[in-house]
């Protein structure tokens, strides 16, 4: 099963992508031939060149101060009694005729003098860099790759050695613009078309993205994707940076915490053939070196700013060609010496592991089981879900469909010991004290994460749509009557939509806890019996009518929490005391997101997660499929995910049955 991931923290961050009309339309690429060879270098040849509509596409636009403050009042309604929503009401009205009016003000005129970007692209790294928290559960998430269709490709030597050569292949296809340019077809009978392709390469690019609306083709933005390769995010005292070097050759691979590195490109920058990499990475895993005493890999799971410390006593004992080695890297492929054993097993694994074999700091890692079971774990400060699941979905299908190496191939007949560097790192005391105290801390930590999932079987997608019901409003609806089942109560819930419609655009958050959810949820927990199946059916279709609204106007950029995060940056940024508004218990209520919850389809991917965002939250990954329902769920101790699962479930159940005209089960 899988459900999905992005994840958002301090407040919100990633998620799935919406776009209007998802329903039916298609979400794919403009143009492409696919290369030929027994070494191709390339997944596609587009027609269109990769970035041809960056330039063009729309700016993210800045809320009205007025929609904002009503969306937000709307958000905290089913959250608060009367005395805190009036209280919460004069402050919004306070703020929006004094000094929200004017950083409002201050902020447009920004806006307008940084037409290159957008309003939200400049804070939103700085939060995620300045946060100090470890990316260990608290940013990173991580989807897991279906296995390979044909079995015996699973062995874990030839698929490493295919999704490695299939990644490099990416790479250069995204690095040579022959990438198709990512595209949302509302019409694809028009905009999907050869014809329409080879006519759209000839707009200038300052022009492409109307050429594309012409026939309602909706561009997304790409500016994230160099992020993908030769990238990490280096620990720096109060605020890490990000660091890309796309002249270096070479693939990290770790194997029982040791460290090895090798050129998957040639001196030419040619993917290097595929009977090499087979060869060093079988090289790496016959070498029988034992985990290193003082695992270095625990260091990226520490507090940023005492990594930073630590990073630099590395720097200053001798280490610092090995770290550049490591910082450069095209990616890191983590090779684990053990099978994945179930679904819990597998979150576990790909979401934290053992710390010893992993460097958290890469932008992506791509980690595989002794079974095949393959997954990626990707730093969350340099970009969002569009841009990995884009990467997932492409290197699923190449090393699928025209994989480098079959499972009777032979590795090619080269000297490995020289291709291959293993990294040697010099430690002193303080260095080992360090890696000590990491390792305390990442497994006390981790020992505290629970995980587990469920599959809904009896209907997804298809069923709901028949009823005229938006699938992601029921899964949203059945979280809020679960919570409620368990907890009786309506709490802060955060739902991630990609902006990626919009030059440099991130995401906006829907807030999934309305009235609507709120009153269905005390009449299907409460009082069923109270209801007829018709107004229960009633009930359920103004949720679904009034989320799709919150997810429509959140893709568009209309959203309330991306423009009071701004407001809140740009008061702090001109040494404004902070605004009443943000010192509100409410606003800090509706901040501590208890729900956080976040979804990607995709044929490619198997299961996915992250860890709750709060100490008493849940971390909520899912899918709604054509025929199920899948859930991804984890919980730190004093909230109880075995129960909530069981909830969701019965809600899932009462819901279907109301549509189905049946009464709720008791």
């Known amino acids: 099963m899988r459900a999905l991931v992005v994840r958002p923290r301090l407040g919100p961050l990633p998620g799935p992508l919406w776009l209007p009309g998802a329903g039916g339309t298609r979400r794919r690429r403009l143009g492409a031939e696919a290369g030929a060879g027994a070494e191709r270098q390339y997944l596609q040849r587009s027609v269109v060149p990769t970035l041809h509509f960056q330039p063009s596409l729309p700016r993210l636009p800045i809320p009205k101060l007025e929609d904002t403050m009503k969306r937000y009042l709307s958000a905290q309604r089913p959250l608060l009694d009367d005395s805190q929503f009036r209280k919460t009401e004069q402050l919004c009205r306070s703020f929006e005729s004094g ?357 809904f079987q009896r209907g997804g997608k298809e069923f709901l749509k028949r009823h005229k019901i938006s699938p992601d409003a029921v899964a949203q609806l059945a979280f809020q009557m679960a919570f409620f089942r368990q907890y009786g109560q309506t709490v802060a819930t955060y739902e991630s939509c990609s902006t990626a419609a919009f030059k440099h655009g991130r995401t906006e958050t829907v807030r999934p806890a309305s009235v609507f959810t709120k009153k269905c949820s005390e009449a299907f927990v409460r009082e069923p019996s109270q209801s007829s199946t018709d107004q229960l059916r009633d009930m359920i279709a103004q949720c679904s009518k009034y989320h799709n609204q919150l997810t429509k106007e959140a893709a568009m950029g209309q959203g309330f929490d991306r423009h009071l995060f701004a407001l809140k940056y740009l008061a702090a940024a001109e040494g404004h005391p902070l605004p009443d508004l943000y010192q509100d218990p409410a606003y800090g209520q509706i901040n501590h997101n208890i729900l956080s919850t976040s979804t990607l389809t995709s044929p490619a991917v198997n299961i996915g997660g992250f860890a709750p965002v709060v100490p008493d939250g849940f971390g909520i990954g899912y899918g709604v499929h054509d025929d199920w329902i899948g859930c991804n769920i984890s919980s730190y101790p004093g909230r109880d995910v075995r129960e909530f699962l069981r909830c969701v479930n019965k809600a899932l159940g009462d819901i279907f049955d109301v549509l189905e005209g049946k009464p709720v089960r008791s």
């Open 99 to 455: 000094l929200g009016q004017a950083l409002h003000a201050q902020l447009v005129a920004q806006d307008k003098q940084n037409k290159h970007t957008s309003y939200i692209s400049g804070p939103w790294f700085d939060m995620y860099l300045s946060a100090r928290d470890s990316v260990v559960l608290n940013f990173n998430p991580f989807m897991s790759f279906n296995p390979d269709p044909k079995p015996d490709y699973n062995d874990q030597l030839t698929r490493a050695t295919n999704l490695t050569v299939s990644a490099v292949r990416f790479m250069k296809t995204l690095r040579a613009g022959l990438l198709e340019p990512e595209v949302f077809h509302l019409n694809p009978a028009k905009s999907d078309t050869d014809a329409f392709k080879r006519l759209i390469r000839l707009v200038p690019s300052s022009l492409a993205w109307y050429g594309a609306y012409m026939v309602n083709a909706y561009p997304l933005d790409m500016s994230q994707y160099f992020r993908l390769f030769n990238s990490t995010r280096l620990p720096k005292p109060g605020r890490d940076e990000l660091f890309t070097n796309e002249k270096e050759k070479h693939l990290l691979v770790l194997r029982n915490g040791n460290f090895y590195v090798f050129d998957v490109l040639d001196q030419d920058g040619n993917v290097l053939k595929a009977a090499e990499v087979h060869a060093h990475l079988k090289y790496i895993l016959s070498d029988g070196s034992p985990a290193p005493q003082f695992p270095l890999a625990y260091l990226t799971s520490e507090n940023r700013d005492v990594w930073a410390g630590l990073r630099q006593e590395l720097l200053n004992n001798g280490n610092k060609e090995a770290l550049e080695k490591v910082d450069s890297a095209l990616f890191c492929l983590c090779l684990d010496g053990f099978p994945i054993t179930d679904l819990v097993h597998l979150s576990h694994t790909m979401l934290h592991g053992d710390g010893v074999n992993r460097w958290f700091d890469k932008s992506f890692s791509l980690i595989m089981a002794k079974d095949g079971n393959a997954a990626i774990n990707f730093e969350h400060s340099w970009g969002d879900g569009v841009a990995v699941l884009r990467f997932f979905n492409e290197v699923f299908k190449d090393s699928t469909q025209t994989p480098a190496i079959t499972p009777q191939a032979q590795p090619a007949p080269v000297d490995s010991s020289k291709a291959v560097q293993k990294l040697d790192f010099r430690l002193n005391d303080i260095l080992k004290a360090g890696i000590t105290r990491a390792k305390e801390k990442f497994d006390s930590t981790v020992q505290t994460l629970t995980v587990d999932s469920i599959q």
